[in-house]
T-cell receptor, first 113, second 110 residues
């Protein structure tokens, strides 16, 4: 158990809808990272927050947004969903803002029909 | 050409064999991670390297910053080592990001 909790584990929704994925980091970790893993693209870095502020941004679509709350949990919001958004979404947390070790949650599997 | 390349893409070994997985990258990095993803999908971070070598049990990871290359070695491989091993780098240029290799699928036969 990595100590990182992601909910929901599975989610099925329709195109055009909006979903929110939630991540609770390990106790004491200030950094939260979001990744997308789809069958054709492999793992892709989406975004990182550190102590409530956006720290780094990867290949995150404009339809997607994220935030980290004062209690350090984070949410990834996906809107106007398309079939291609079907993927595993992983959250990871770490102590430091930059080069610390990463601890991954079990992922949220999103299926868009 | 991908900025992070792994080889081999697939690897089948017999139990007990010494295994090497390679990762080459073409960008400036501040850290390199080796990740293990089991068939169930969960990801475990094995190592985080910025220089030199690290060892944990039967796993050894090395990095050569000048050559932009890292290797993950598994000694005395076991069927439970069967997984996908992924190399990920944290870039240094501008607003940093993580770039992942496509992974090496390892199968260790009993």
């Amino acid at each position: 158990d990595s100590g990182v909790t992601q909910t929901p584990k599975h989610l099925i929704t329709a195109t055009g809808q909006r979903v929110t994925l939630r991540c609770s980091p390990r106790s004491g970790d200030l950094s939260v990272y979001w990744y997308q893993q789809s069958l054709d693209q492999g793992l892709q870095f989406l975004i990182q927050y550190y102590n409530g502020e956006e720290r780094a941004k990867g290949n995150i679509l404009e339809r997607f947004s994220a935030q980290q709350f004062p209690d350090l949990h984070s949410e990834l919001n996906l809107s106007s969903l398309e079939l291609g958004d079907s993927a595993l979404y992983f959250c990871a947390s770490g102590l430091a803002g930059s080069t610390g070790e990463l601890f991954f949650g079990e992922g949220s599997r999103l299926t868009v029909l | 050409k991908n900025e992070v390349e792994q080889s081999p893409q697939n690897l089948t070994a017999q139990e007990g064999e010494f295994i090497t997985i390679n990762c080459s990258y073409s960008v400036g990095i501040s850290a390199l991670h080796w990740l293990q993803q089991h068939p169930g999908g969960g990801i475990v971070s094995l190592f985080m390297l910025s220089s030199g070598k690290k060892k944990h049990g039967r796993l050894i990871a090395t990095i050569n910053i000048q050559e932009k290359h890292s290797s993950l070695h598994i000694t005395a491989s076991h069927p439970r080592d069967s997984a996908v091993y992924i190399c990920a780098v944290r870039t240094t240029s501008g607003t940093y990001k993580y770039i992942f290799g496509t992974g090496t699928r390892l199968k260790v036969l009993a």
